[in-house]
């Protein structure tokens, strides 16, 4: 029997903090169907190990390719346990990342549109003598338009301030906001990311007819944002939607960038929160104090 040569002993022995395979496509079986998505699967390594043991990361996948799951964020999770009962390790993180559809319809013609959304799922699983201790988190991002405020407010010097029924003129832009949740069981819900992004934000479509291209452009001028505007939006309908459902140490993480029109630089914009710290700022909102998010 050939030697196990991941178990010897390196010439250095010094631990490592991760160590594992990506890009790795997985196939998930989920309601929408078997859907792929862009693995990194990785743990720690003792200093006493020269390597980890890789093909038994293979055969944790091969295990759950024909098992359904509700989520993505749910494979994640029973992924990290079954590579972390393969490996001498005693941390493991899985990292996943694909593209889901989105079924809506358009404001004003009516039309079905299918649209396409960014999730991401990740599970950190470290095994220690007193128990498991897990740090799930699932995200979803979404494209959306941004009209620029300030040249809108300049414009509106420049012709005069009169009164108009039509939103002054301005730049806008392509968007795409991200938020990212800490998850407790099964909560929040893919759904539950899609609301407070669709509720804070000017969701762009695929489909979309003149009177809807009119729509969307209207409302975005009417209410135009920033990308500050965007992530704050998005971080008050998280703490509205997810606050007294999700404990309050929930960590949030929301970032924005918009491919600026007439600049040749990207705007970016990030925030890593509490969802105490979100309800915290609202309240302090409503009694006219002031608190950082």
């Given at each position: 029997m050939s030697p196990d040569v991941p178990e010897e002993a390196p010439r250095v022995p010094l631990p490592l903090g991760e160590v594992g395979i990506s890009r790795k496509t997985v196939w998930i079986d989920l309601p929408e169907g078997r859907?792929?998505?862009d693995a990194?699967?990785?743990v720690n390594l003792p200093a006493d190990c020269r390597g980890i043991h890789m093909s038994r990361i293979e055969e944790a996948v091969s295990q759950l390719h024909s098992v359904s799951f509700p989520d993505p964020g749910l494979y994640a999770e029973r992924l990290a346990r079954l590579v972390s009962l393969t490996q001498r390790g005693d941390e493991v993180k899985v990292r996943i990342a694909g593209r889901m559809p989105v079924l809506r319809q358009t404001a004003v013609s009516g039309r079905p549109s299918v649209d396409t959304v960014r999730i991401h799922a990740s599970c950190s699983l470290a095994v220690?003598?007193?128990?498991?201790?897990?740090?799930?988190r699932i995200g979803l991002a979404v494209h959306h338009i941004t009209a620029c405020p300030c040249t809108q407010v300049y414009a509106r010097t420049l012709c005069g301030g009169f009164d108009t029924p039509l939103p002054y003129p301005t730049h806008s832009q392509r968007s795409e906001t991200r938020i990212d949740v800490g998850r407790t069981?099964?909560?929040p819900c893919y759904e539950d990311l899609i609301e407070c992004l669709e509720m804070a934000l000017h969701v762009t479509q695929d489909l979309l007819k003149r009177p809807d291209e009119a729509e969307i452009v209207m409302k975005s001028h009417r209410s135009p944002q920033f990308a500050e505007d965007a992530v704050r939006e998005v971080a008050r309908e998280a703490g509205l939607r997810l606050g007294n459902r999700l404990p309050g140490s929930t960590p949030v993480i929301i970032e924005s960038t918009s491919l600026e029109s007439i600049h040749i630089h990207n705007v970016r914009c990030r925030m890593e929160t509490t969802l105490a710290r979100i309800l915290d700022a609202l309240s302090a909102r409503n009694t006219g104090e002031s608190k950082p998010l």
């Open positions: 859907i792929p998505f990194e699967i990785s220690r003598e007193k128990g498991h201790q897990e740090d799930n069981g099964n909560r």
